[in-house]
């Protein structure tokens, strides 16, 4: 069973860049499409961006589209988000997550495997 672990998060001013991290483990990593979602307080999770197997044509959120881009390097088993120009809306805890079967990657239910979470606060 795949396990997921996120880093990176943190406390930002408003303009500000973070880079999350998240390590798999197991040997099926470069099978799964990945995602990362986020939730804020008060508020449903939603999407993020995702990724496809071979890092091809990523998918975005509106609200990030051009401030945030989803990479992957399977040799090392990890994701990436890089996160620039953070506004205080972008404040949530960050999960990466991973999907074994295809499926919408825009719906948190495709996904099969969560990680704990990573906490993002952008000041103002």
């Known amino acids: 069973q795949v396990q997921l672990v996120e880093s990176g998060g943190g406390l930002v001013q408003a303009g500000g860049s973070l880079r999350l991290s998240c390590a798999a483990s197991?040997?099926?990593?470069?099978?799964?499409?990945m995602g990362w979602f986020r939730q804020a307080p008060g508020k449903e999770r939603e999407f993020v961006a995702a990724?496809?197997?071979?890092?091809?044509?990523?998918y975005y959120a509106d609200s990030v589209k051009g401030r945030f881009t989803i990479s992957r390097d399977n040799a090392k088993n990890t994701i990436y988000l890089q996160m620039n120009s953070l506004k205080p809306e972008d404040t949530a805890v960050y999960y990466c997550?991973?999907?074994?079967?295809?499926?919408?990657?825009?719906?948190?239910?495709?996904?099969?495997?969560w990680g704990q979470g990573t906490q993002v606060t952008v000041s103002s």
């Open positions: 997550a991973a999907m074994v079967y295809s499926g919408s990657y825009y719906h948190s239910d495709e996904y099969d495997i």
């Open positions: 197991g040997r099926t990593f470069n099978s799964l499409s």
């Open positions: 990724i496809r197997r071979n890092g091809a044509s990523p």
